[in-house]
Every structure is written in structure tokens, then in C-alpha cells.
């Protein structure tokens, strides 16, 4: 689970949305008038201020202060009164709202604690505002800022980088901040949660002694070793380590002061301390970890505790979960079915054993249950981790820090925010979809029915879930008894008569008109940033809210593909946010500018097309990455399409320097050794949106419009190198191989592979190839997909079976029908009308890459005489003859690899 998706989140109810459009006073500093002679602009979590004369380099050492929520405004109003008074350029953190996310628990630890940036024009002004500062705010606290060097021990930080807004493309083809060498080359402005200065930079004199303050802080004579990290969040780390004493080996938690802070602005200090109370508290439970002890390195705090064995309970859904088959037997259904009843029950005791001891856990979810089982004699124990939120029941907390899937309503206190969570854990053992839950209720009665068909487990153990997540008040915090309404009643939801879903995803006319009803609710035409809400992509780039993957250009896409009525409205939006293309917007399809010009051809629009496409032509395209996402396979394949469209021979020209920029050595070519190394190596993406297909995909459609057969072998080898990446599981299922995940789906995953596979075998025979297809039809049959999108879900399940020429079983009509009744599981009402939640469930989403739009275009493909489809992969065509083998001179070694189980 990305975590970084909560703050999206508060903004809206139903959609993701950017932190800062939240209702929220700003602090005094950013409500005054700008200073005569100043300037000002907003730039998202930031307010910037600078002198209009003056002219800043456009890199150099910057200087960030951090701050607290308490101290906050106190330290903006002395800084912000220092840099008018002498004309310095700055920025800050306009409100305590964001300013608190920015220091939160899941918040970017690069990022994390830069409540204010002041930017010297030279190394001397900038040593000598550092001093004054640090003598300024001389006493104030503040989080440490992981990617500078800390000046003295004060909230004054320092970083060497950019000052002005660049970009280049890094070593995976992304589009990210740049700084410029000393050749005048663009590199990445390295932004990790680490000091460290480009190496051709020597740090200023002045900067010694805080270097050598930094490097004097070690673990050295402490009695345990760290081994290796667990986990991090901008809080800090989960380490596995050993007390050197007596070889035991041991869980050390750190906290960092002022840092990683929960909704009640309780820093991760505070919250250790909190657990070690009450892991004190709950001692000699065999449920929960005993304390060893802590110790303080620098200001950072640790705490001490028992290593216990086993497995999070999250990792058993790859391994047991029955619906992650095709077609699960009576049998296993039953066998897990008893598992999952077991486990609740047990985790149902600890729980009542942590409460009997006056302590509420407050943060119970899957990955916070451990699961040791003895695979000889199958006995099975739980214990309770991670109590950094656990509270004395008495106090009458409200919660603080939760999982998205198990988070309680804000008005359950005590033991009752337990057990709505224990609610959630009897739905999620069967059908882990209760993140849905946050934004509808409802949808808990829903997921029971569901489960109820598909497991055969008591229909009262899901209907008590429901009957608590429903429930209207958890006003009973101190006992453990069901919650109860007015004169200690039970509340019982009344079962609604009506169907969950206003229309079913498998009657294609209905939900297609309800879908484009539900698309057409969302649009916000006064908005500049987006006009369909979408994936929190759409923030991270300039101009992601106009984009295909994420954004308007590929709702409309869907739409037109799916048969609806023109949208005149929209499409003007579209046109009047590409008229001048926002600065510093990817030039790649699915993220930027490529996709935009081939999207408005496709809606009429050529001339505004064909000036986007000569704009993008004139920005450093040449430099991009290989990938079909944002790189040169999508660049090349929509000129290529914009050339035979318009006629325009220096689009195809650009394409075919695509194609050949993909074959020279360190490109990524299917040709080039250095790069089958690493790709051997595991050190690069697989699959249609990152891998190697996108770039196969270019060639095979440069060969069906030039017939150069170069092309077809540069692309065969391109497919061999992302079936490198495969593995074949027990089942028969071929997904990439990630390294500690297998992923079967369509962007990154093995379904995009196959659906270039069955083209390119239109045109030739490959042995590999064959046997690959069915493989691949087998992933995309699971019962279960963790999401519903079109490319991390089972949306794209449906396109590629409704697609794929593969002979054999997996793509009859009964096949695609079980996963459009998969879909039909995610799915969310809004105003009345069918939608689908984004990325990590907690919003809808009306994209095209993780939301509605997505689904309704695999709905659309899979229609009977359906012909929507993905851009550059149409429907099949039929194939008169047998084709004939190509031979790929100089092809990889391939590998045949089969591992037990993959995760879905």
C-alpha cells in the first residue's frame, strides 16, 4: 500500500485532490500584502516571494528552516521579516495544515521538515544568512531535514541545488528536476532523504564543522547491531538487529524528534514513548512483543523489543488465498475458508487480552498481525504488532494513526475503534477490499454478499461484521461488547431491498451509459488543473491534469472509443489548457505532450495536433527514455500515427530517429549487450508501459507501415528480453518477475507483453512466443485482482482476454463474463452512477490509466462486437497464412524459471 495517497484525500470525499485546495486559514505571513517591489507566485505547497531586480543563479547552496506546528508562525514571521528587510529571495509553507502533512508519518522523507527555502545569490551571502538564522531562531525546535546538513543543532539547514524549476531525464528515461554539471549538461538534482552534494561541488569552508558534528554520530559502543531495515517512514526505521551481548536477535524502532507526525500532531518520540508504556503495560502476553530497552544516538530515540517469528498476515493472501486461481475447488475454498475463521478468532483473543489489560491497540490491520504456523503439526499462533498508537482506554483517544482498510469513524473511541477494525479483518479475510469502505459504508454489506457466494463461511459472521461497520455510534469505548444504540439496543442496519450497484458492469448498454453519466458528474469545468478527477499523478507533473494516462485527453479517448456523444464543452477545456502548454511538461504519451497531439487528432483538432507535435520536436526528446510511457516508443509511435494522419513526412522521420535512438548501445535495444546484462541483472523494467515491449511495439508497427523485416527482428528481441523478466508459477500463469513480487497485469506486468505478442505473431512463427500466450491468458484469469484499474487491475484482464488471438481455452465468452464480474466488486455508486475507485481504493478515480475511464474501455472491448481498444493496439486482425519463422541473429540466452506461488 502507497501511503502517500492520505494526504490526496482531505480535501474532497469522493476524489483524489491536491493537499493545498483544502479549506485551511493561512498563517498571517501569506495573507499580507506583497512588499512594492516584490513579486509573488503560488507553486502548490509553496508560496514564493522574490525582488523583481533581483537576479538569483540558477543553482547554488539554499537554505531550508524547519519548524513545529506550535512555533511555526512565530519562526515564518521573523523570517519572513529578515528576508524583506534585506531583499532575499524566499519561499514557505503557507499553512499549518500542509505544513503538517509535510512533516507527517508517510510524508516524503526527502521533503520532509523545509518549512521555509531562502536562496543566497552567492556562497558569502549564504554563510552569512546561515549565521544569522541560527541566531534568530537560536532556542526554536525543528524536524531535522534528511537531504541537508544541519548547521549547528538549530532548525537551519543547508542543501546544494537548484533554484530555478529544470529537467532532465534520469537513468530510467524519467522526467525529473535537474542541476547542470560542469560540462553544462542537465543531470538530476539528486533529492533523497540523504546529504549529499553532486560530486563535483566541494562544500564551502565554512560548512566543516557542521560536517564533522554530523559524521561524529554512530552506533558505535552500543550493545546491538542493526542487520538490516524493516521498514522506513519519515518518523523513522524498523531495523532488524542482534544484542551482541547474548545473540538474541531483537527489533530496534527508531523515532526522530518533531518528525513524523499522526492527526493529533504527536511526533514519533511521542508515540514510541507511547508504545513502550504500553507494551510495559501488557507484559507477559504471549500476543505482543516484550520490551528489551532504549537508548537515544544524537537526537534520534530507539526502542528495544523481542524479534517475534512468522510472517505478517498480509503475505498469507499470495499464498493461500483461493481466489487468486481461476477456478478454485469446492475443497480449497473450504480449507481456507476454516483458516481465515481461525485466524479471526485468534486475533479476536488478543485483542480481548490487550483490552482486559485497559489498553486499546487502536491501529489493527493486516500487516500489523503476526502469523507463525508449524507446518507439522499446523498448529497456529498471532501476536499484535506496532503499538505506537495503543492508548489506556480511559483516556478516550480518538484515532490517530490507521491503515486505510481499517480505519474507524471519528466518532468510535476505545474499544469499540478495535472492534470495527476486527469488522473489517472478517471481510478482508475473504474479499480485501475494505478500503472502499472510507468512502461509502454501504459498500461493507456489499463485499458480504460477495463473500458469501464465493466462501462458504456463515452468513452471521458477515452479517455481524456488517451490523458493526454500520453501526451509527461506538459511544459503548469501555467495554467489548457489540456497539449499542439509544437504551443499550443493539443497531442492526436495515438491509437495503435495492441493489448495491445502480447497474451491473456486465449489462454493457446500461453501464455504459451509466459510466458516461458518472464521468460527466465529475467534470469541473472552472478548475485550470484538471477537468476529470483522476490519479494523484495528476500533481505530480506539469500539466498531468490535461494528459492521456491521467487526465482529460484520455477520458475523452474512452469515451469516443466507447461510442459516446461528442462533448463540445470538454473538448474546448482540453484545447484551451494546450494553446500554451504548462512549462515543464513531459513530452512523453502517456504523460505529457505526445499524447496530447496524437489525442486531439483523433478528436479533429490537426492544426492545434500538429503544433504540439512541432513543440515537441524543438525540447530534448532525443534524451528520453525507451519506454512506451513517457520515453521513445510512445513519442515515435504517436508521430508515426500523426504522419500517416497529416502526411507530415518529418513526423515519420522523427519516428524511424525513435526507432533508431532505441538500438544504439545503452538505449535499451533488444541488441544491445550492456543492456541484456541488466537486464539479466534484474536492474530494469519489464512489460508494455516500462519494459521492453513498449519499444517492441514501435518496431512491429514501423515494419507493417515501412515492411523493413529490421524491424520485426528489433522487435522479437525486444519481446525475448521482457520474457527474460518471467517466471511461470505452479499454476501455469507466466507474470514478470519483480524481485519480491510477481505481476500479471497490463502495464507492468505479463498481460501487456502478451497482447504485443499476439500481434507481432500475426507477422511470424517464434516457439517461445507460443508458449508464452497461453501462459500469460492463465494470469489474467485469477478470480481476485487487488484493483480494478486498467493498468494495475482487473480491467486490463479484460481487454487482453477479449483481445488475444491465443488459441485455446481462457477467452471464451464465460471466461470474460467471471472477470467483468470480478470488476463488478470494486465498484462504488456516485450521484447514482457506476464508478470505480483509483489507485489504492480510497477515491474514485475518472482516469483512463486507474479509474472509470479505464474500466470503460475494457467493458467497451469486451462488448459483444466491441471495438475499443488501447492506442496503437486495435483489434486483431485476421490472418490468412501460417506466417513464417523469423530468426533473431544474436538473441539473448533465455531462461526458464518456476517459482511456487505468485502474488497478485
Given at each position: ?22 479549506a485551511e486559514q493561512n498563517y498571517p ?142 537513468d530510467r528515461g524519467e522526467l525529473v ?524 508497427r514501423l515494419h507493417e507501415r515501412t ?198
Amino acid at each position: 500500500m502507497n501511503k502517500g495517497y492520505a494526504a490526496f484525500c482531505d480535501a474532497d470525499r469522493w476524489f483524489y485532490d491536491a493537499p493545498y485546495r483544502r479549506a485551511e486559514q493561512n498563517y498571517p505571513a501569506a495573507l499580507a500584502p506583497v512588499p512594492a517591489g516584490w513579486q509573488t507566485h503560488r507553486s502548490g505547497d509553496w508560496l514564493a516571494l522574490r525582488p523583481v531586480d533581483v537576479r538569483l543563479p540558477p543553482q547554488g547552496w539554499k537554505i531550508h528552516v524547519s519548524a513545529c506546528l506550535d512555533n511555526a508562525e512565530s519562526v515564518l514571521e521573523r523570517v519572513h521579516r529578515y528576508c524583506v528587510d534585506r531583499r532575499i529571495a524566499f519561499k514557505f509553507v503557507p499553512s499549518r495544515y500542509l505544513l503538517h502533512l509535510r512533516n507527517a508519518k508517510y510524508a516524503d522523507r526527502a521533503a520532509s521538515g523545509k518549512f521555509l527555502t531562502v536562496y543566497p545569490a552567492d556562497e558569502e551571502q549564504c554563510r552569512r544568512i546561515a549565521e544569522d538564522l541560527d541566531r534568530l531562531l537560536a532556542g526554536e525546535p525543528g524536524p531535522y531535514i534528511l537531504s541537508d546538513l544541519r548547521w549547528n543543532d538549530g532548525p537551519v539547514h543547508l542543501r546544494y541545488g537548484s533554484f530555478t524549476l529544470r529537467h532532465c531525464y534520469d537513468d530510467r528515461g524519467e522526467l525529473v528536476p535537474a542541476i547542470e554539471d560542469p560540462d553544462g549538461r542537465l543531470v538530476p538534482d539528486q533529492r533523497g532523504p540523504v546529504f549529499q552534494p553532486p560530486s563535483w561541488v566541494e562544500p564551502p569552508s565554512f560548512l566543516a564543522p557542521h560536517l564533522a558534528r554530523r559524521a561524529a554520530v554512530t552506533l558505535e559502543g552500543l550493545p546491538y547491531t542493526v542487520e538490516r531495515a524493516l521498514h522506513f517512514s519519515n518518523g523513522g526505521g524498523v531495523y532488524a538487529g542482534r544484542d551482541v551481548r547474548t545473540g538474541e536477535p531483537v527489533v530496534l524502532k527508531e523515532a526522530r524528534p518533531f518528525a513524523g507526525l499522526a492527526a493529533d500532531g504527536a511526533d514519533a518520540v511521542t508515540r514510541l514513548h507511547r508504545e513502550r508504556r504500553a507494551l510495559e503495560q501488557l507484559a507477559g502476553l504471549d500476543c505482543v512483543p516484550s520490551v528489551h530497552g532504549t537508548f537515544t544516538v544524537g537526537d534520534h530515540h530507539f526502542l528495544v523489543m523481542q524479534h517475534l517469528e512468522g510472517k505478517p498476515l498480509n503475505t498469507y493472501f499470495a499464498r493461500r488465498h483461493p481466489l487468486i486461481e481461476a477456478d478454485p475447488a469446492p475443497a480449497e475454498l473450504a480449507r481456507y475458508t476454516r483458516w481465515a475463521l481461525e485466524v479471526h478468532r485468534r486475533v479476536t483473543e488478543a485483542v480481548e487480552a490487550v483490552h482486559a489489560r485497559g489498553i486499546v491497540f487502536n491501529d489493527l490491520h493486516l500487516f500489523n498481525i503476526m502469523v507463525t504456523e508449524d507446518g507439522a503439526t499446523g498448529e497456529m499462533s498471532v501476536a499484535l504488532l506496532d503499538f505506537e498508537a495503543a492508548a489506556p482506554v480511559g483516556e478516550g483517544l480518538r484515532q490517530t494513526v490507521a491503515n486505510p482498510a481499517f480505519v474507524a469513524p471519528a466518532d468510535r473511541r476505545g474499544f469499540s475503534v478495535d472492534r470495527y477494525a476486527l469488522a473489517c479483518l472478517r471481510l478482508a479475510l475473504f474479499l480485501p477490499l475494505t478500503s472502499l469502505l472510507v468512502m461509502d459504508r454501504a459498500k461493507a454489506a456489499h463485499l458480504a454478499d460477495i463473500a458469501a457466494e464465493q466462501f462458504p463461511v456463515p452468513r452471521e459472521f458477515l452479517d455481524e461484521a456488517v451490523r458493526e461497520i454500520l453501526a451509527e455510534s461506538g459511544a459503548d469505548s469501555s467495554s467489548s461488547r457489540s456497539s449499542t444504540g439509544p437504551g443499550g439496543r443493539a443497531i442492526v442496519p436495515h438491509r437495503p431491498h435495492r441493489p448495491y450497484l445502480p447497474v451491473e458492469p456486465g449489462d454493457w448498454e446500461a453501464a455504459r451509459a451509466s459510466m458516461t453519466a458518472a464521468i460527466r458528474a465529475s467534470a469541473d469545468f472552472d478548475r485550470e488543473d484538471r477537468l476529470f478527477p483522476g490519479d494523484t499523478a495528476q500533481f505530480a507533473t506539469a500539466g498531468g491534469g490535461t494528459g492521456f494516462g491521467n487526465g482529460a485527453a484520455g477520458v475523452l479517448y474512452a469515451l469516443a472509443e466507447t461510442g459516446a456523444d461528442p462533448w463540445p464543452e470538454a473538448e474546448e477545456w482540453l484545447l484551451a489548457r494546450t494553446k500554451q502548454p504548462a512549462s515543464g511538461m513531459p513530452l512523453g504519451f502517456y504523460d505529457g505532450l505526445a499524447g496530447l497531439a496524437w489525442t486531439l487528432e483523433r478528436l479533429g483538432h490537426r492544426d492545434r495536433a500538429l503544433t504540439l507535435a512541432e513543440q515537441l520536436l524543438c525540447q530534448p526528446w532525443q534524451s528520453a527514455g525507451p519506454d512506451l510511457h513517457s520515453g521513445l516508443a510512445g513519442i515515435g509511435l504517436a508521430l508515426d500515427s500523426l504522419g500517416s494522419a497529416t502526411g507530415e513526412g518529418a513526423l515519420h522521420a522523427a519516428a524511424l530517429r525513435c526507432a533508431e535512438l532505441l538500438c544504439e548501445p545503452g538505449a535499451g535495444s533488444g541488441t544491445d549487450p550492456a543492456a541484456a546484462a541488466g537486464a539479466a541483472a534484474g536492474k530494469e523494467r519489464a512489460g508494455l508501459l516500462y519494459g521492453r515491449t513498449g519499444p517492441a511495439l514501435l518496431h512491429l508497427r514501423l515494419h507493417e507501415r515501412t515492411g523493413d523485416p529490421e524491424s520485426l527482428i528489433r522487435a522479437g528481441h525486444a519481446l525475448h528480453r521482457d520474457l527474460d523478466r518471467c517466471v511461470t508459477s505452479a499454476f501455469g500463469t507466466l507474470q514478470v518477475d519483480e524481485g519480491w513480487r510477481t505481476m500479471p497485469y497490463l502495464g507492468a506486468g505479463s498481460v501487456g507483453i502478451g497482447m504485443v505478442l499476439d500481434d507481432w505473431l500475426e507477422h511470424a512463427r517464434d516457439d517461445r512466443f507460443e508458449r508464452a500466450r497461453p501462459e500469460i491468458v492463465r494470469a489474467a484469469q485469477a478470480t481476485f485482482y487487488a484493483q480494478p484499474g486498467l493498468f494495475r487491475g482487473a480491467a486490463g484482464m479484460i481487454l487482453h482476454l477479449a483481445r488475444t488471438t491465443t488459441p485455446g481455452p481462457g477467452s471464451a465468452p464465460g471466461d470474460i463474463a467471471r472477470q467483468v464480474e470480478a470488476l463488478a466488486r470494486h465498484a462504488v455508486p456516485y450521484k447514482g452512477f457506476l464508478a470505480f475507485p483509483g489507485e489504492q481504493m480510497m477515491r474514485l478515480s475518472m482516469d483512463l490509466s486507474t479509474g472509470t475511464a479505464g474500466a470503460l474501455l475494457a467493458l467497451g472491448g469486451a462488448a459483444p462486437g466491441g471495438r475499443a481498444h488501447l492506442p496503437f493496439l486495435p483489434p486483431p486482425r485476421s490472418t490468412a497464412a501460417a506466417p513464417e519463422p523469423v530468426p533473431l541473429a544474436g538473441a539473448v540466452t533465455h531462461r526458464n524459471t518456476t517459482v511456487k506461488r505468485n502474488r497478485t
